[in-house]
């Protein structure tokens, strides 16, 4: 089935460096979100794209995050000079837009580990 | 204040009972309402969406108070496999979802 899909499924580097998600979101989804979570906590929005809006960044946590999406598609969440902290897993989720009874539909996650 | 909010629980409950879940959102715009069921390192999944006039999925019957702000969730006859965190989620005009932070739920034998 064509669900979400993301990759790396496990990250592990050290801290300082610079890492690289990506999110491929459901064919014809135009909303696509990045939340994190550590271990045992909720979840915690980062950001959201929708088509060709500009993305709202609100939930991002300092300014060695960001993120892009081109074409409208593929996702690239990125993470500069990482730090311990930074440890979690990284969800994906997309959505249609139009019907506000369409649910978000998660793809796997990136389990990030800092050393 | 959360834009929604959970009681984390933890709910333990022996198999074959009933347990009920509330959930409590604060903006009265919100559109519609969702539960999603997340297994330990886990992604969250999609358990069932909440209409108005209130729904049913087998064991599980969710609900909505539109008047009180408040979504639930019942889980009949309770199994092992039904051991998880829910998610009381929330969707507002703008696409944006709120999540609470989950109810935890162990089914003990």
């Known amino acids: 089935g064509a669900g979400v899909s993301q990759s790396p499924s496990n990250k592990v580097t050290e801290k300082g460096k610079d890492v690289e998600l990506r999110c491929d979101p459901i064919s014809g989804h135009t909303a696509l979100y990045w939340y994190r979570q550590s271990l045992g906590q909720g979840l915690e929005f980062l950001i959201y794209f929708q088509g060709n809006s500009a993305p709202d960044k609100s939930g991002l946590p300092s300014d060695r995050f960001s993120a892009e999406r081109t074409g409208g598609s593929v996702s690239t969440l990125t993470i500069q000079r990482t730090q311990q902290e930074d440890s979690a897993v990284y969800l994906c989720?997309?959505?249609?837009?139009?019907?506000?009874?369409?649910?978000?539909?998660f793809g796997d996650g990136t389990r990030l580990s800092i050393l | 204040r959360k834009e929604v909010e959970q009681d984390p629980g933890p709910f333990n409950v022996p198999e074959g009972a009933t347990v009920a879940f509330n959930c409590t959102y604060s903006n009265s715009a919100s559109q519609s309402f969702f539960w999603y069921r997340q297994d330990c390192r886990k992604e969250p999944k999609l358990l069932m969406s909440v209409y108005s006039s209130g729904n049913e999925d087998g064991r599980f019957t969710a609900q909505l108070n539109r008047a009180s702000q408040y979504i639930s969730l019942l889980i009949r006859d309770s199994k092992l496999s039904d051991s998880a965190t829910y998610l009381c989620v929330a969707r507002r005009t703008g696409n944006q979802f709120y999540f609470g932070t989950g109810t935890s739920l162990t089914v003990i034998p």
């Open positions: 989720a997309s959505s249609l837009v139009g019907d506000s009874n369409q649910p978000q539909h």
